[in-house]
């Protein structure tokens, strides 16, 4: 036995464990998400609009933008980085999401910069959207107040719903308006677009989470007090993997969804175009936390 062998824990074989399984379950992980050839620009404009909002920029925000956008246009990139600034900021203070629901409704915004920020933001994507959409984006925007406001701790199988809810599920919804495309409403109400959206939806919010040892972790946390499984890190890091490989494979039911559904190339491409980010800003997302200190050793 080397004195390697001798002095490793029981806890580092166990992540070196977890490690090797996320990588070879996940070979995606192994190379680096592409980047937004105009990330820099993305990054100047979206602090530059924050600031003039009155909100604190976040960082992460352009990072995460520029590698799930990272071959679209550079508008819907910026787009979709103002986006999640508000909704990093709407997760702190989610008592200012009634004021947003006003303002979707029709109500002027208030002097509150969060009302002011979604104002402008809604302005950008909701008139080239139709009621469908709308009443999808309103009623995911309503569910997260309703999720951030609750009380307790849910069980670890009963988080998922809660967790995409609280963490802000309307920001899949916007990957339609920042792509300047719409998701025919028979699509998006089915059984396998639903699949795609959570399983990517769960990915990020439980990314989040676990960055924030919160929700899922949490919840993990108590489940694994009375159990052997090991941390609730790991236990994390294990249900992730296996999410990821569920919305693979909702995503390769796609091609058979929109000929099913008789829409032609241009529509069927531009449906495509939209569950292909929703593989990447998960991919997006798990890259983020692989790069946290308390996650780095399972990237």
Same mark, same amino acid.
């Given at each position: 036995?080397?004195? +390697?062998?001798?002095?490793? !824990? ?19 992980? +192994?190379?680096?998400?592409? %980047? ?14 924050? /600031? &003039? ?22 508008? &819907? %990139? *910026? ?12 997760? @702190? !203070? ?11 409704? $029709? ?43 609750? *009380? ?30 719409? %998701? ?13 959206? @959570?399983? &990517? ?7 989040? =989470? ?19 499984? $090991? +941390?609730?890190? @790991?236990?994390?890091? =294990? ?18 969804? +929109? ?13 495509? $175009?939209? &569950? ?20 780095? /050793?399972?990237?």
């Amino acid at each position: 036995m080397t004195s +390697t062998e001798v002095h490793r !824990s029981p806890r580092a074989a166990g992540r070196e464990a977890v490690s090797a399984g996320l990588t070879e379950r996940l070979a995606a992980l +192994t190379m680096p998400c592409p %980047v937004h050839p105009s990330s820099h620009l993305v990054e100047a404009a979206t602090a530059e609009w924050a /600031h &003039a909002m009155g909100l604190e920029p976040d960082p992460d925000a352009p990072w995460l933008a520029g590698r799930a956008f990272a071959r679209c246009e550079t508008r &819907a %990139v *910026t787009l979709l980085a103002r986006w999640l600034t508000l909704a990093a900021r709407l997760r @702190e !203070s989610p008592g200012a999401i009634g004021g947003l629901l006003a303002v979707a409704g $029709g109500a002027e915004p208030g002097p509150e910069p969060l009302e002011r920020a979604f104002s402008g933001l809604w302005r950008s994507c909701a008139p080239g959207m139709g009621d469908a959409w709308r009443a999808r984006f309103t009623a995911a925007l309503a569910a997260q107040r309703e999720a951030l406001l609750a *009380t307790g701790t849910p069980a670890a199988e009963e988080y998922p719903p809660l967790g995409r809810d609280a963490f802000g599920r309307y920001l899949f919804d916007l990957v339609e308006p920042c792509r300047e495309t719409e %998701v025919p409403e028979a699509v998006a109400s089915s059984r396998q677009w639903r699949a795609l959206a @959570e399983a &990517a939806a769960d990915v990020a919010a439980w990314c989040v =989470d676990a960055e924030g040892g919160r929700g899922y972790v949490s919840a993990a946390g108590a489940l694994l007090e009375r159990s052997t499984a $090991g +941390t609730a890190e @790991e236990w994390v890091i =294990d249900r992730l993997a296996v999410r990821m490989e569920e919305l693979w494979a909702a995503a390769r039911a796609v091609p058979a969804l +929109t000929e099913r559904h008789g829409l032609g190339f241009g529509a069927s491409r531009e449906v495509t $175009g939209v &569950a292909c980010a929703f593989l990447t800003v998960p991919r997006a997302y798990l890259e983020w936390l692989m790069r946290k200190p308390r996650y780095r /050793h399972c990237g």
